[in-house]
């Protein structure tokens, strides 16, 4: 079971491994960020949008509104530094968020649409869960992308590493 602690915990943790993949994106040579590739979105960048667009859809859930998305991705991106911005301001949320949960809180169950018209519903523990790991998984493709650019390498965004950068679990 996640605790109000780890809602915490895992809330910061995904603002710390956005901000070391964005700060290395953002350190890429001219023009790599934004280079076509073989992969899903086409590009790093575009990549870190449909992260961000579905933080958004997430938030939408969690606040019981619609989020008025037809698509997991937008057809295009903004410019990486105001992706960033705008992805600060949304991990900046969920923070304040989850400082705001009490264990109550976690359990309750948040009721939902998909993209596709499913309907389902998860409990805000089970929600912040999905997000984090969402945005772990394609924050590995944006890495994967780096070993395409000659000389390029990854940040470590292991949650072990962010841990051990904090000295430990609490908030």
């Not at 040579?29 to 590009?43: D, M, Q, V, W, Y």
């Not at 395409?148 to 072990?160: H, M, N, W």
Request: proline share 6%.
């Amino acid at each position: 079971m996640i605790t109000s602690e780890s809602a915490r915990m895992l809330t910061r943790y995904n603002h710390w491994a956005n901000q070391l993949i964005f700060e290395a994106v953002a350190a890429l040579p001219e023009g790599e960020a934004t280079k076509e590739r073989c992969s899903l979105f086409k590009n790093i960048v575009h990549t870190l949008n449909h992260n961000y667009i579905i933080d958004l859809i997430w938030q939408a859930h969690l606040e019981g509104r619609e989020h008025g998305f037809t698509s997991r991705n937008t057809p295009g991106h903004p410019p990486l530094a105001e992706l960033w911005r705008n992805q600060q301001a949304l991990d900046d949320w969920y923070i304040a968020w989850s400082d705001g949960l009490s264990e109550a809180d976690l359990v309750d169950k948040v009721p939902f649409v998909l993209i596709g018209g499913n309907r389902g519903t998860m409990t805000r523990a089970e929600i912040l869960l999905h997000i984090v790991n969402h945005t772990s998984y394609h924050r590995g493709f944006v890495a994967d992308l780096f070993y395409q650019v000659p000389g390029a390498r990854p940040p470590t965004t292991d949650l072990p590493v962010f841990l051990r950068e904090r000295g430990g679990a609490g908030p």
